[in-house]
């Protein structure tokens, strides 16, 4: 202490905000890190059957494309270089790079960082700072694809004959036959069996791509399991029927409709199928379903990720809706997600497409919504492994969702370049038109809770008049903007993605409401775009994980609604409890007793949760000492809160928290109960004939039956059971109880489930018969302990009575 004297304390948090605030270039390691990286991450490239195809070119070609990765990965991750980000669409837009292989070049990106000795935090940085780059690389092939899609929707007859039909085909396949065995990446695989192997591929791709269902094969997993055939080998059979077509004078876009119809051959000729998928939700015997905790957990993260996505200004436009649709989309979402972590199927997966495709949602819309998931899950603290898992099922779904989107916006885009705005000014109907498309648009941002504070005051006129001139040009007018550049005006607002998603949707309402068509409509969404990065100058990233644990921060008082929400709760419960025969006898009392409860549960309740503590927890044991209140009864009272709680909209986790608190209070309720129990227990283990003598014989036990039945043909709860045959009931009972309590067996009547069948006895009526039963033993002069011993030896009659004999515990234990 005295030598360090000038040691200054270490701070870890601004310590790793200081690391965090250098460039992602400068934390891999600068130019000689991205050299080294572009190196390793090329060689698992090419060596990966996923991705080998699009990397493995001539030495020069490669030499270039890693100098061209170098460039782009230095300004992409912060670093000086002359390389144009704008390049990269054009670069991948004819190549067919699919979702499914941006993610292997994720995961080999990661797998390189790691070997580098990169540190997780910066590896997950640099993966974060590569996803927006996701649409630059795919959009091409899903454009492609999702057109040629439609195409063969519409019927492959039409795709069989704009082949040429079974000669055209045959002619085909002779051609790629011809390509694919100077192919040195696949010729080995026709070896001596060309002819063989052309006569069963003509039949199979006729009947595939249109023609007369004629093959009768072998499954072609069958075919090709012995010749080791994986995604290179058959990419790049794809490339060469790629080749074989083009050589035939087939125009691209039928090209490309062949290659959608040929896809999905892919998982047969390789039997993977679902393998890859099952490899992912089966581990170790267990689904991901299981291994994520159940309904309840997925339930609890799909809610969790859900609240987020309202609350993320990136995502809220999509998720912010009425309450009935909330629930209604909350459900879909569970029972989709439940069904691909290998539960029940309760939504068809082929919804997904038609149901998202005009929706806006891009892969910055859809990566938010896996981050939020993520955090949700993690605050839930799941294991990493399992969470990985979950979120590479969730995104194998990505290009269903965002398709729609991509394509229509692409083509708008590609319009726009081709043909210029001035058409599409003269579709809105150029000067008078665009006036009252901004005329509708001010009216429907005027009715928009989210935006129309931005448009009210006395500038309003000016800012209407600049707006709508900038606009204007935008879409293609013959005008000058003289206003302020965007990012100048909006440089002193705080507008989100949510607030610009409402402002969009509104020029979409707009547009509509004035007789633009939905390619019009999309085109102006896309010009429109274009502004978002000066409009959100000042737009804030946003930490999913901090959101979330600021909102698990609340207590669960807070979280139900405060005073109000648990005094609702309580007399939810208590009104239940009343309808509940397992409890019943604990809640019925008098109105001013009632009233007394309800107020103490209220106050304890609300303490326990987190607000205003007003009631003594001291008090508890004492007060349940002396009731029989046990386990099963303390479960009774948490189902009944569940189910409360639940009809009332309350969050799964939310409930999950409230019940967590109260368990720990079961020992303070029930230990009275289970101690006496346990010593009665000890006590007629040691032989009932003792208790029998105790309870003064055979008379004894007359003379309380009698005290009894005085007692339960006064008792409103059991009378009209007892009243019925009083004498022979009293008689039966009599003799009965008499073998139970230890004395001589003489009981020959019928077992007590066939006597008391169809009576509607309950276990509200059992309990009031211990009750009286008691206040007889309790009359007679029998002390506190022998009254218990009596309670023990005569509860597992209850059962019996009800009928249900051990099936109930038996139930509980075979779910």
Request: hydrophobic share 40%; glycine share 8%; aromatic share 8%.
């Given at each position: 202490?005295?030598?360090?004297?000038?040691?200054?304390?270490?701070?870890?948090?601004?310590?790793?905000?200081?690391?965090?605030?250098?460039?992602?270039?400068?934390?891999?390691?600068?130019?000689?890190?991205?050299?080294?990286?572009?190196?390793?991450?090329?060689?698992?490239?090419?060596?990966?059957?996923?991705?080998?195809?699009?990397?493995?070119?001539?030495?020069?070609?490669?030499?270039?494309?890693?100098?061209?990765?170098?460039?782009?990965?230095?300004?992409l991750f912060g670093g000086q270089s002359s390389y144009e980000l704008s390049d990269v669409r054009a670069a991948h837009y004819t190549l067919?790079?699919?979702?499914?292989?941006?993610?292997?070049?994720?995961?080999?990106?990661?797998?390189?960082?790691?070997?580098?000795?990169?540190?997780?935090?910066?590896?997950?940085?640099?993966?974060?700072?590569?996803?927006?780059?996701?649409?630059?690389?795919?959009?091409?092939?899903?454009?492609?694809?999702?057109?040629?899609?439609?195409?063969?929707?519409?019927?492959?007859?039409?795709?069989?004959?704009?082949?040429?039909?079974?000669?055209?085909?045959?002619?085909?396949?002779?051609?790629?036959?011809?390509?694919?065995?100077?192919?040195?990446?696949?010729?080995?695989?026709?070896?001596?069996?060309?002819?063989?192997?052309?006569?069963?591929?003509?039949?199979?791709?006729?009947?595939?791509?249109?023609?007369?269902?004629?093959?009768?094969?072998?499954?072609?997993?069958?075919?090709?399991?012995?010749?080791?055939?994986?995604?290179?080998?058959?990419?790049?059979?794809?490339?060469?029927?790629?080749?074989?077509?083009?050589?035939?004078?087939?125009?691209?876009?039928?090209?490309?409709?062949?290659?959608?119809?040929?896809?999905?051959?892919?998982?047969?000729?390789?039997?993977?199928?679902?393998?890859?998928?099952?490899?992912?939700?089966?581990?170790?015997?267990?689904?991901?379903?299981?291994?994520?905790?159940?309904?309840?957990?997925?339930?609890?993260?799909?809610?969790?990720?859900?609240?987020?996505?309202?609350?993320?200004?990136?995502?809220?436009?999509?998720?912010?809706?009425?309450?009935?649709?909330?629930?209604?989309?909350?459900?879909?979402?569970?029972?989709?997600?439940?069904?691909?972590?290998?539960?029940?199927?309760?939504?068809?997966?082929?919804?997904?497409?038609?149901?998202?495709?005009?929706?806006?949602?891009?892969?910055?819309?859809?990566?938010?919504?896996?981050?939020?998931?993520?955090?949700?899950?993690?605050?839930?603290?799941?294991?990493?492994?399992?969470?990985?898992?979950?979120?590479?099922?969730?995104?194998?779904?990505?290009?269903?969702?965002?398709?729609?989107?991509?394509?229509?916006?692409?083509?708008?885009?590609?319009?726009?370049?081709?043909?210029?705005?001035?058409?599409?000014?003269?579709?809105?109907?150029?000067?008078?038109?665009?006036?009252?498309?901004?005329?509708?648009?001010?009216?429907?941002?005027?009715?928009?809770?989210?935006?129309?504070?931005?448009?009210?005051?006395?500038?309003?006129?000016?800012?209407?008049?600049?707006?709508?001139?900038?606009?204007?040009?935008?879409?293609?007018?013959?005008?000058?903007?003289?206003?302020?550049?965007?990012?100048?005006?909006?440089?002193?607002?705080?507008?989100?993605?949510?607030?610009?998603?409402?402002?969009?949707?509104?020029?979409?309402?707009?547009?509509?409401?004035?007789?633009?068509?939905?390619?019009?409509?999309?085109?102006?969404?896309?010009?429109?775009?274009t502004a978002r990065r000066d409009v959100l100058i000042n737009r804030r990233p946003h930490d999913v994980k901090k959101t979330q644990e600021?909102?698990?921060?609340?207590?669960?008082?807070?979280?139900?609604?405060?005073?109000?929400?648990?005094?609702?709760?309580?007399?939810?419960?208590?009104?239940?409890?009343?309808?509940?025969?397992?409890?019943?006898?604990?809640?019925?009392?008098?109105?001013?007793?009632?009233?007394?409860?309800?107020?103490?549960?209220?106050?304890?309740?609300?303490?326990?949760?987190?607000?205003?503590?007003?009631?003594?927890?001291?008090?508890?044991?004492?007060?349940?000492?002396?009731?029989?209140?046990?386990?099963?009864?303390?479960?009774?009272?948490?189902?009944?809160?569940?189910?409360?709680?639940?009809?009332?909209?309350?969050?799964?986790?939310?409930?999950?928290?409230?019940?967590?608190?109260?368990?720990?209070?079961?020992?303070?309720?029930?230990?009275?109960?289970?101690?006496?129990?346990?010593?009665?227990?000890?006590?007629?283990?040691?032989?009932?004939?003792?208790?029998?003598?105790?309870?003064?014989?055979?008379?004894?036990?007359?003379?309380?039956?009698?005290?009894?039945?005085?007692?339960?043909?006064?008792?409103?709860?059991?009378?009209?059971?007892?009243?019925?045959?009083?004498?022979?009931?009293?008689?039966?009972?009599?003799?009965?109880?008499?073998?139970?309590?230890?004395?001589?067996?003489?009981?020959?009547?019928?077992?007590?489930?066939?006597?008391?069948?169809?009576?509607?006895?309950?276990?509200?009526?059992?309990?009031?018969?211990?009750?009286?039963?008691?206040?007889?033993?309790?009359?007679?002069?029998?002390?506190?302990?022998?009254?218990?011993?009596?309670?023990?030896?005569?509860?597992?009659?209850?059962?019996?009575?009800?009928?249900?004999?051990?099936?109930?515990?038996?139930?509980?234990?075979?779910?």
């Open positions: 202490r005295d030598v360090l004297i000038n040691r200054k304390p270490h701070d870890v948090r601004r310590t790793q905000e200081a690391a965090s605030a250098k460039t992602v270039y400068e934390r891999v390691g600068g130019d000689a890190g991205i050299a080294n990286f572009v190196e390793l991450m090329y060689e698992k490239a090419t060596a990966d059957a996923r991705t080998k195809s699009f990397f493995e070119k001539n030495k020069a070609k490669v030499s270039v494309h890693k100098k061209q990765l170098v460039a782009f990965l230095t300004k067919n790079l699919s979702d499914y292989h941006f993610d292997c070049l994720l995961d080999i990106f990661a797998a390189s960082f790691k070997e580098m000795g990169v540190k997780p935090r910066d590896t997950q940085d640099a993966i974060a700072v590569l996803q927006p780059i996701r649409a630059d690389v795919t959009t091409g092939y899903t454009v492609r694809m999702e057109m040629a899609r439609k195409n063969v929707e519409k019927g492959k007859d039409q795709l069989f004959k704009r082949l040429g039909a079974a000669e055209g085909i045959t002619g085909l396949v002779e051609m790629w036959f011809n390509i694919a065995k100077s192919d040195a990446r696949i010729k080995e695989l026709i070896g001596d069996s060309l002819e063989k192997m052309k006569a069963g591929a003509t039949i199979y791709l006729v009947e595939l791509l249109g023609g007369p269902k004629a093959y009768k094969g072998r499954s072609l997993g069958e075919i090709h399991r012995h010749l080791d055939i994986n995604d290179y080998h058959f990419d790049a059979l794809v490339a060469d029927f790629s080749r074989a077509l083009l050589g035939a004078g087939h125009p691209d876009n039928l090209i490309d409709e062949v290659m959608v119809t040929v896809e999905p051959v892919r998982a047969e000729v390789l039997e993977k199928s679902r393998a890859a998928m099952d490899s992912v939700l089966m581990r170790d015997g267990k689904s991901l379903l299981e291994r994520f905790g159940g309904d309840m957990d997925l339930e609890t993260a799909v809610e969790g990720m859900y609240d987020k996505a309202v609350e993320d200004h990136r995502t809220r436009f999509y998720f912010e809706k009425a309450k009935a649709k909330q629930r209604q989309v909350r459900r879909k979402m569970y029972q989709y997600i439940c069904g691909q972590f290998g539960g029940p199927q309760q939504y068809d997966p082929k919804q997904l497409r038609p149901a998202h495709y005009n929706m806006n949602i891009t892969d910055y819309h859809f990566d938010a919504v896996l981050e939020n998931f993520w955090c949700a899950a993690e605050l839930m603290e799941m294991a990493n492994p399992v969470i990985t898992d979950a979120v590479e099922v969730l995104g194998k779904v990505r290009q269903m969702v965002t398709a729609g989107c991509t394509v229509r916006l692409e083509i708008a885009r590609k319009k726009s370049e081709s043909q210029g705005t001035d058409g599409l000014y003269e579709c809105l109907g150029a000067a008078t038109g665009l006036q009252t498309f901004i005329d509708k648009l001010y009216e429907t941002m005027a009715k928009d809770e989210m935006i129309k504070h931005y448009f009210t005051g006395s500038k309003m006129e000016a800012i209407k008049k600049s707006q709508g001139s900038y606009l204007a040009v935008m879409f293609g007018a013959p005008i000058q903007y003289e206003g302020r550049p965007l990012d100048r005006i909006h440089s002193v607002m705080s507008i989100s993605d949510f607030e610009f998603d409402s402002f969009l949707s509104c020029c979409g309402t707009a547009l509509r409401a004035v007789g633009a068509d939905a390619q019009n409509v999309d085109e102006c969404v896309v010009l429109l775009e600021a909102a698990s921060a609340k207590s669960v008082y807070e979280r139900l609604g405060g005073e109000m929400g648990v005094t609702n709760m309580v007399e939810s419960m208590y009104n239940q409890a009343l309808e509940d025969t397992r409890i019943r006898s604990f809640f019925e009392k008098n109105k001013a007793k009632v009233t007394t409860i309800k107020k103490k549960m209220t106050q304890f309740i609300g303490g326990a949760f987190g607000g205003p503590v007003t009631y003594d927890t001291n008090d508890l044991r004492p007060m349940h000492y002396g009731m029989n209140v046990s386990d099963y009864h303390f479960d009774a009272i948490l189902d009944i809160i569940k189910g409360v709680l639940k009809e009332s909209g309350v969050k799964p986790k939310d409930i999950m928290d409230a019940i967590l608190i109260l368990q720990p209070v079961r020992a303070d309720v029930t230990t009275g109960f289970t101690v006496r129990m346990e010593m009665a227990r000890k006590n007629v283990e040691k032989g009932k004939d003792q208790m029998f003598k105790r309870l003064g014989a055979s008379e004894g036990i007359t003379a309380l039956m009698d005290q009894f039945f005085n007692i339960g043909t006064t008792d409103v709860r059991i009378k009209e059971f007892l009243l019925k045959d009083k004498d022979r009931i009293k008689a039966g009972m009599t003799v009965y109880i008499v073998e139970m309590l230890g004395g001589p067996k003489a009981y020959k009547g019928k077992e007590l489930g066939e006597i008391h069948k169809g009576l509607g006895v309950n276990d509200y009526h059992f309990d009031a018969f211990l009750a009286d039963f008691g206040r007889a033993l309790l009359g007679a002069g029998h002390q506190d302990v022998l009254i218990d011993e009596v309670m023990v030896s005569l509860e597992p009659v209850r059962a019996d009575v009800l009928g249900r004999s051990r099936d109930v515990t038996d139930a509980a234990v075979m779910k």
